[in-house]
Protein backbone atom coordinates (compact mmCIF):
# COMPACT_ATOMS: atom_id res chain seq x y z
CA UNK A 1 0.00 0.00 0.00
CA UNK A 2 1.34 3.43 -0.71
CA UNK A 3 1.61 6.40 1.33
CA UNK A 4 1.19 10.23 0.32
CA UNK A 5 3.86 12.43 0.15
CA UNK A 6 7.24 11.74 1.88
CA UNK A 7 6.41 10.59 5.71
CA UNK A 8 7.49 8.74 8.49
CA UNK A 9 7.52 5.00 7.62
CA UNK A 10 5.04 4.03 10.92
CA UNK A 11 6.94 1.78 13.37
CA UNK A 12 4.59 2.04 16.56
CA UNK A 13 6.28 -0.07 19.48
CA UNK A 14 3.06 -1.11 21.20
CA UNK A 15 4.54 -1.44 25.02
CA UNK A 16 1.07 -1.19 26.06
CA UNK A 17 -1.68 -4.11 27.18
CA UNK A 18 -4.90 -2.80 27.81
CA UNK A 19 -4.13 1.01 28.19
CA UNK A 20 -1.34 0.06 30.87
CA UNK A 21 2.04 -0.12 30.69
CA UNK A 22 3.59 -3.66 30.97
CA UNK A 23 5.79 -4.57 33.66
CA UNK A 24 8.74 -4.90 31.43
CA UNK A 25 8.65 -1.18 30.14
CA UNK A 26 7.32 0.93 32.91
CA UNK A 27 9.40 0.51 35.99
CA UNK A 28 11.04 3.87 34.92
CA UNK A 29 7.64 5.56 35.31
CA UNK A 30 7.61 3.77 39.47
CA UNK A 31 8.31 5.58 42.31
CA UNK A 32 8.80 3.20 44.96
CA UNK A 33 7.65 4.43 48.75
CA UNK A 34 8.82 1.22 50.63
CA UNK A 35 10.34 3.61 53.60
CA UNK A 36 7.12 5.25 54.56
CA UNK A 37 6.74 3.65 57.68
CA UNK A 38 10.61 4.66 58.98
CA UNK A 39 9.86 7.93 57.78
CA UNK A 40 6.77 8.53 59.83
CA UNK A 41 8.44 6.74 62.79
CA UNK A 42 11.74 9.33 62.19
CA UNK A 43 8.91 12.59 62.75
CA UNK A 44 7.49 11.34 65.64
CA UNK A 45 11.01 10.85 66.50
CA UNK A 46 12.23 13.84 65.74
CA UNK A 47 8.96 15.82 67.44
CA UNK A 48 9.48 14.16 70.65
CA UNK A 49 13.39 15.09 70.70
CA UNK A 50 11.96 18.46 69.45
CA UNK A 51 9.64 18.67 72.37
CA UNK A 52 11.96 17.33 75.20
CA UNK A 53 14.59 19.95 73.95
CA UNK A 54 11.95 22.77 74.72
CA UNK A 55 10.71 21.66 77.63
CA UNK A 56 8.63 23.21 79.90
CA UNK A 57 7.97 25.04 76.67
CA UNK A 58 5.56 24.47 74.55
CA UNK A 59 6.44 22.30 71.78
CA UNK A 60 5.00 24.76 68.62
CA UNK A 61 7.24 27.60 69.68
CA UNK A 62 5.44 30.97 69.65
CA UNK A 63 2.20 31.68 70.40
CA UNK A 64 0.94 33.17 67.19
CA UNK A 65 -2.33 35.45 66.15
CA UNK A 66 -5.22 33.86 63.90
CA UNK A 67 -5.16 35.97 60.79
CA UNK A 68 -7.39 35.94 57.25
CA UNK A 69 -5.51 35.02 54.38
CA UNK A 70 -5.63 37.59 51.32
CA UNK A 71 -7.65 37.22 48.34
CA UNK A 72 -10.71 36.93 47.95
CA UNK A 73 -10.63 33.06 47.39
CA UNK A 74 -8.98 32.50 50.61
CA UNK A 75 -10.06 35.36 53.36
CA UNK A 76 -13.34 33.64 54.54
CA UNK A 77 -10.71 30.85 56.12
CA UNK A 78 -8.36 31.28 59.34
CA UNK A 79 -4.82 30.44 59.46
CA UNK A 80 -1.98 31.42 61.80
CA UNK A 81 -0.39 34.91 61.00
CA UNK A 82 3.56 35.88 61.88
CA UNK A 83 3.42 37.93 64.81
CA UNK A 84 0.51 40.25 66.68
CA UNK A 85 0.67 43.57 66.25
CA UNK A 86 1.73 46.63 68.59
CA UNK A 87 -2.15 47.50 68.91
CA UNK A 88 -3.01 44.04 70.01
CA UNK A 89 -0.21 43.81 72.56
CA UNK A 90 -1.18 47.31 74.04
CA UNK A 91 -4.91 46.40 73.88
CA UNK A 92 -4.41 43.39 76.37
CA UNK A 93 -1.89 45.17 78.24
CA UNK A 94 1.86 43.09 77.24
CA UNK A 95 4.79 45.36 76.95
CA UNK A 96 6.36 44.55 73.44
CA UNK A 97 9.40 43.73 74.93
CA UNK A 98 8.49 41.27 77.58
CA UNK A 99 6.35 39.39 74.63
CA UNK A 100 9.16 38.48 73.06
CA UNK A 101 10.67 36.47 76.39
CA UNK A 102 7.91 35.08 77.33
CA UNK A 103 6.62 32.66 74.01
CA UNK A 104 4.42 35.55 72.02
CA UNK A 105 5.36 36.48 68.23
CA UNK A 106 5.41 40.22 67.56
CA UNK A 107 4.96 41.13 64.12
CA UNK A 108 5.79 45.30 64.04
CA UNK A 109 4.84 45.05 59.98
CA UNK A 110 1.45 44.08 60.61
CA UNK A 111 -1.88 46.19 60.59
CA UNK A 112 -5.26 45.20 62.03
CA UNK A 113 -7.73 46.34 59.36
CA UNK A 114 -10.93 45.93 61.62
CA UNK A 115 -11.82 46.10 65.06
CA UNK A 116 -13.02 42.01 65.01
CA UNK A 117 -9.83 41.18 64.56
CA UNK A 118 -8.20 43.00 67.11
CA UNK A 119 -10.41 41.64 69.75
CA UNK A 120 -10.16 38.23 68.42
CA UNK A 121 -6.46 38.43 68.62
CA UNK A 122 -6.27 40.20 72.23
CA UNK A 123 -9.09 37.68 73.63
CA UNK A 124 -6.27 35.14 72.50
CA UNK A 125 -3.58 36.99 74.45
CA UNK A 126 -5.51 37.28 77.31
CA UNK A 127 -6.32 33.33 77.28
CA UNK A 128 -2.62 32.76 76.96
CA UNK A 129 -1.72 34.79 79.99
CA UNK A 130 -4.48 33.01 82.04
CA UNK A 131 -2.92 29.95 81.63
CA UNK A 132 0.75 31.13 81.62
CA UNK A 133 3.65 29.35 83.91
CA UNK A 134 7.08 31.50 84.36
CA UNK A 135 9.73 29.37 85.80
CA UNK A 136 12.23 31.42 87.67
CA UNK A 137 15.38 31.21 85.82
CA UNK A 138 17.78 30.34 88.65
CA UNK A 139 17.42 28.17 91.85
CA UNK A 140 16.88 29.53 96.07
CA UNK A 141 14.72 32.46 97.01
CA UNK A 142 17.06 35.02 95.07
CA UNK A 143 16.53 33.85 91.48
CA UNK A 144 12.45 34.20 91.81
CA UNK A 145 11.67 37.67 90.33
CA UNK A 146 8.60 39.43 90.15
CA UNK A 147 5.48 38.08 88.13
CA UNK A 148 7.12 34.59 88.26
CA UNK A 149 5.21 31.90 89.04
CA UNK A 150 5.17 30.61 92.54
CA UNK A 151 7.40 26.85 93.04
CA UNK A 152 4.21 25.52 94.48
CA UNK A 153 2.30 25.44 91.24
CA UNK A 154 5.09 24.40 88.72
CA UNK A 155 4.84 20.76 90.43
CA UNK A 156 4.12 17.83 87.86
CA UNK A 157 3.59 20.84 84.96
CA UNK A 158 2.42 18.77 81.14
CA UNK A 159 4.03 20.20 78.74
CA UNK A 160 1.73 21.65 75.46
CA UNK A 161 2.56 19.85 72.24
CA UNK A 162 -0.87 21.36 70.28
CA UNK A 163 0.71 22.56 66.86
CA UNK A 164 -0.98 26.01 67.57
CA UNK A 165 -0.57 26.40 71.44
CA UNK A 166 -4.24 27.82 71.13
CA UNK A 167 -6.26 25.84 68.58
CA UNK A 168 -7.71 27.81 65.47
CA UNK A 169 -11.24 28.54 66.07
CA UNK A 170 -13.68 27.10 63.46
CA UNK A 171 -15.63 29.58 61.78
CA UNK A 172 -19.36 28.56 61.17
CA UNK A 173 -19.81 29.32 57.42
CA UNK A 174 -24.08 28.24 57.97
CA UNK A 175 -26.13 30.93 58.28
CA UNK A 176 -29.53 29.86 59.18
CA UNK A 177 -32.37 31.32 57.03
CA UNK A 178 -34.74 33.64 58.91
CA UNK A 179 -37.27 36.88 58.37
CA UNK A 180 -35.65 39.93 57.75
CA UNK A 181 -36.07 42.54 60.32
CA UNK A 182 -37.80 46.12 60.06
CA UNK A 183 -34.61 47.77 61.14
CA UNK A 184 -32.84 45.40 58.40
CA UNK A 185 -35.04 46.87 55.55
CA UNK A 186 -35.07 50.48 56.84
CA UNK A 187 -31.64 50.97 56.63
CA UNK A 188 -29.84 51.27 53.53
CA UNK A 189 -25.87 50.72 52.80
CA UNK A 190 -25.91 52.42 50.50
CA UNK A 191 -26.54 56.04 51.93
CA UNK A 192 -24.17 54.46 55.25
CA UNK A 193 -21.17 54.04 52.73
CA UNK A 194 -22.21 57.42 50.91
CA UNK A 195 -22.27 59.71 54.03
CA UNK A 196 -19.13 58.18 55.30
CA UNK A 197 -17.46 59.18 51.93
CA UNK A 198 -18.69 62.88 52.07
CA UNK A 199 -17.98 62.89 55.67
CA UNK A 200 -14.07 61.87 54.83
CA UNK A 201 -14.01 63.82 52.02
CA UNK A 202 -15.22 66.92 53.74
CA UNK A 203 -13.57 66.30 57.13
CA UNK A 204 -10.58 68.99 56.24
CA UNK A 205 -12.86 71.48 55.19
CA UNK A 206 -14.80 71.26 58.54
CA UNK A 207 -11.71 71.10 60.71
CA UNK A 208 -10.43 74.14 58.96
CA UNK A 209 -13.46 75.99 59.26
CA UNK A 210 -13.76 74.91 63.11
CA UNK A 211 -10.19 76.20 63.81
CA UNK A 212 -10.98 79.34 61.96
CA UNK A 213 -13.99 80.12 63.77
CA UNK A 214 -12.22 79.10 67.55
CA UNK A 215 -9.58 81.41 66.43
CA UNK A 216 -12.42 84.27 65.35
CA UNK A 217 -13.79 84.09 69.10
CA UNK A 218 -10.55 84.09 70.66
CA UNK A 219 -9.76 87.70 69.03
Not at 137 to 153: A, L, Q
Not at 176 to 205: F, M, N, V
Request: aromatic share 4%; with cysteine; net charge positive.
Amino acid sequence: MGHAGNNVIPNVHFRKVNGCQTGRHNRVFMRTWLDQAGRKKRRANNRKAKAAKLFPRPAAGNLRPVVHPPTQRYNMKLRLGKGFTLAELKEAKIPKKQAKTIGIAVDHRRRNRCTESLQANVQRLKLYMSKLLIFPKKSGKKGVKKGDTPRSELQNVAQNTLREIIPVPKPDLRIKARAITKEEKEKSAYKTLKKARTDKKYLGAKLKKAKAASGKAEE
